[in-house]
């Protein structure tokens, strides 16, 4: 991991690390602040150069602050440091009104002397797209979640019209690109600190010491212990109720639980869910669902020569048991997935003829492919626990005796967590147990960074699947406007993963978060963490 051992050194370097490992003073933390568990840790600080885990998810809303928010009820983008905005005629034109005295934070690596303007809206969008930024290729040059929505193709230019307005072009009609600037992943750094970097022949710096708006700034990292965030004391939505937050990353899983009930930590995150009785069971924790917007799926190498074939693919689908994963998993919480998008979402079809438990028609397609008793099949197993699956260890197993079932011997390869950019190095893997927590209510989100060819080409389509039918039905449904258009254009979209099952959907899981009685004020969402400026600690 060359990110991560770049990050750690560099923080060490400037003492950062102020005793790498020591013992956390959790009583001291709780005077004025709270301990957060539940998630690994970060191997940047900057959301643009990742696609899940807990810098896009957690961290980013502490930091740094995005254009719009996304309403949590509604799913539509709303104002944030941008006050208004407007559209053009064409719907490719769209020119932003930046919030006036929106202050930077202060940190031990830069302090800023001017407020936030549309240079610095310039300078972190054409990071991303323009090859020849000074900047775009530091960290690597990838930018996963935005190249899985072919971000770089879409956006012609971003142009500065004056020091508060901000107009964006694009190649052609989105209806996705104002949920798409409302994601933890669109946020807006400085620029003034970029090119401070930049002159001292710094600029990795930028994404692991990072300067943002957001309520909270990065004070200390102990990697592998804790993520520690302070106040930021000119935020300008309104006065921060904490002086602290610290991040929790020692240790998963059960681990965590235990860490909650010695009163290790304040809040836990992702609980799996049979440890949801022992924590009803505690009077001093509240645990609140949230109907996430995500699923679990297996997606499939579609390159190996057995699963080439969609009847090979469809007997898999077929042979799999939801309900006992249900069951087994969830605990209940969970709803089975009859294809990747939430049943919240606008275009959700079940189709149940297709995504079905079938032991017996399983077994008559690989009869009628050709495929006889003895295949074998290997499978990635992620097991760090996510919303949308409480438990993968035990999710594969379950799946590898229904496989088992129907003659089919599949392998599992654990690993702690998976990154989309580390595909390359697990190309000979047969399957990949895996999932997708949406970022906007947009049904594109979920379709086009998990199976599009331009995430194909980009190396983050999990089951290296292209089909250009696919691709036109959702370049199509982001130009048209009408509704009922849109929906039609997307069941067909889904109705060709259920003939091709490039992936097999499984189950959408539920946001579940524990905290203790005495804290307050989180804001609720169906996407990620949100800021925590109004969380405070009332006395027992």
Sequence with gaps: MKVLSRLVFGLCTVGLLAGCGKEVDHEKIREKGFVYCGQGNPNTFNPQLVDSGITSESLSPQIFDTLLQLDSGTYRPTANLATHWKVDKSGTEYTFHLRPNVEFQTTEWFTPTRSLNAQDVVFSFQRIFDTSHPYHYVGGGLYPWFAGIDFQNSLVDVVALDDLTVKFTLSHPNNSFLNNIA????????????????????????????????PFYLSEYQINDLVRLKKHDKYWKNEVKMDQVVFDTSQRG???????????????????????????????????????????????????????????????????????????????????????????????????????????????????????????LTMWVPLEPRA???????????????????????KLFTDDRFDRTQLSSISSTDLLLTGWIGNTGDPDNFLRPLLSCSSDRAGLNVAMWCNSDFDFLLDLALEINQQRHRVNLYHQAQNILNEEFPVIPLAHGVQFRVHDTSLSGFKQSPFNSQPFDQVVREPK
């Design 183 to 214: 994601t933890s992943y669109a946020v807006i750094h400085s620029k003034e600190y970029a090119n401070q970097l930049e002159l001292e022949d710094e600029k990795g710096q930028l994404d692991a010491f990072p300067v943002g708006t957001g």
């Design 254 to 376: 059960t681990g965590t639980l235990a860490k909650l009930l010695r009163n290790e930590c304040d809040v836990l995150n992702s609980p799996i869910s049979s440890q949801i009785p022992i924590i009803q069971a505690r009077e001093e924790l509240k645990i609140s669902a949230t109907p996430a917007v995500n699923v679990s799926f297996i997606a499939l190498n579609t390159v190996h020569p057995a699963l080439n074939d969609s009847r090979v693919r469809k007997a898999l689908n077929l042979a799999i048991n939801r309900q006992n994963i249900l069951d087994s998993v969830y605990y209940g919480t969970g709803t089975k997935a009859y294809t990747l998008l939430p049943p919240t979402s606008w275009a959700y079809p079940k189709d149940s003829v297709h995504v079905r438990y079938d032991r017996n028609y399983a077994i008559a397609l690989l009869k009628e492919a050709g495929v006889e008793q003895g295949l074998k």
């Design 388 to 410: 949308y699956n409480p438990s993968p260890r035990k999710t594969a197993e379950l799946i590898q005796a229904n496989l088992a079932d129907i003659g089919v011997e599949l």
